[in-house]
């Protein structure tokens, strides 16, 4: 059975920067980034485009919103999910259930490939005016505690310091 690696943090923490350069330590050869945001607008556009400047050639990108389990499956490498949190966005936009993530998510987790996560931690902030906010807030705490639970190391990055909470030092 592969590591699982957890690395959750607020936006722009520095959770991405610090989850590319642990992939890139633990393998050996190309590591896939499996990244999960689907082009909305030119913001993300632009947001994309500097992740993919960011990790430069050191990475063989697969683009998938939804299907994680079918994209990761067949890999040989490690895999770098960036990120789970616009991945339950995908899933709920397109009308999955909290238990349709929750078991996708475990047969992601079941998979013998070394996988990073990346999170944001959004549980941390005020709670939101409207219920598809809250909801998605909900889902992403229980997404996390399934995910921490299951992994063999778990990272939380703030202000650029990774600190790791789970795991061997």
């Not at 697969?62 to 995908?90: D, G, R, T, Y």
Request: charged share 25%; glycine share 6%; proline share 4%.
């Amino acid at each position: 059975m592969g590591t699982k690696t957890l690395f959750i943090g607020g936006v722009k923490s520095g959770k991405s920067f610090h989850a590319e350069k642990y992939t890139l330590k633990k393998c050996k050869n190309i590591p896939i980034y499996l990244a999960t945001t689907e082009f909305i607008d030119e913001e993300m556009k632009e947001r994309i485009q500097n992740h993919k400047l960011q990790r430069s050639q050191n990475f063989l990108t697969k683009e998938e919103p939804l299907n994680l389990f079918e994209a990761i499956q067949p890999v040989k490498s490690h895999v770098l999910v960036e990120c789970i949190s616009m991945w339950i966005n995908n899933m709920l936009y397109h009308e999955f259930t909290y238990e349709d993530i929750q078991e996708h998510l475990l047969k992601v987790l079941a998979l013998p490939q070394d996988i990073i996560f990346v999170q944001n931690d959004v549980g941390t902030g005020i709670i939101p005016d409207n219920a598809l906010a809250r909801k998605y807030i909900d889902i992403s705490g229980k997404v996390s505690q399934i995910i921490a639970q299951h992994c063999d190391n778990v990272f939380h990055v703030i202000a650029g310091i990774p600190t790791q909470i789970k795991g061997k030092k």
